[in-house]
């Protein structure tokens, strides 16, 4: 019962540096989600997926991109990490009717 | 656009004290109304849900009912434990919507 698995767990880049956040999911939801998560600022939506083959912005796109590779994985790419992408990002999915469901999180420090 | 408010923290509490943490929201049609738990290192948990008014969802002896008149959806235990320190989301679900709409989050500090 793995719900929804994020790779890595932490990380520390450098500004500049490029990587990829991987997410999967095992519940064969049709929708998935990045959110990043600062102090005082709540969840705020990245990029979502509404189903396999679609991706869609959310309130804070930018410098970020999104590949759904399946129906079981959504990636989050940073091109060119900046301070201000330091965060916690978290991946969700979602079925029909549905509440969300979470992964444990990335912690992301960019130096 | 859709919205929920939730009231800001933290909420200190003493253990075996009554909680309440108001949620409020906006929302057009009849959605459902969920109520997620974030514990340290974690991601969100869903701990109740609601999905019509009057609907009362529970789980671990917290309590919230779907108060359509009032646009609201109330957080509540009886009896607080330390172990319930987390920080709690109140958030909707439009029908039709891809996009959940989630509040701030309200920090809970349980003392011995």
């Known amino acids: 019962n793995a719900g929804v698995t994020q790779t890595p767990k932490f990380q520390v880049l450098k500004t500049g540096q490029s990587m990829t956040l991987q997410c999967a999911q095992d519940m064969n939801h049709n929708s998935m989600y990045w959110y990043r998560q600062d102090p005082g600022m709540g969840l705020r939506l990245i990029y979502y997926s509404a189903s396999e083959g679609t991706t869609d912005k959310g309130e804070v796109p930018n410098g970020y991109n999104v590949s759904r590779l399946n129906k079981r994985e959504f990636s989050l790419r940073l091109e060119s990490a900046a301070p201000s992408q330091t965060s916690v990002y978290f991946c969700a999915s979602m079925g029909v009717g549905q509440p969300q469901h979470f992964g444990d999180g990335t912690r992301l420090s960019i130096l | 656009g859709d919205s929920v408010t939730q009231m800001e923290g933290p909420v200190t509490l003493s253990e075996e004290a009554f909680l309440t943490i108001n949620c409020t929201y906006t929302a057009t049609g009849y959605p459902s109304l969920f109520w997620y738990v974030q514990y340290p290192g974690e991601g969100l948990q869903l701990l109740l849900k609601?999905?019509?008014?009057?609907d009362k969802g529970s789980n671990k002896g917290f309590e919230a009912t779907y108060r359509k008149e009032t646009t609201s959806f109330h957080l509540e235990k009886g009896s607080v434990q330390v172990s319930d320190s987390a920080v709690y989301f109140c958030a909707l679900s439009a029908g039709g919507s891809y996009i959940p709409t989630f509040g701030r989050g309200t920090s809970l500090i349980v003392h011995p």
């Open positions: 609601a999905t019509k008014a009057d």
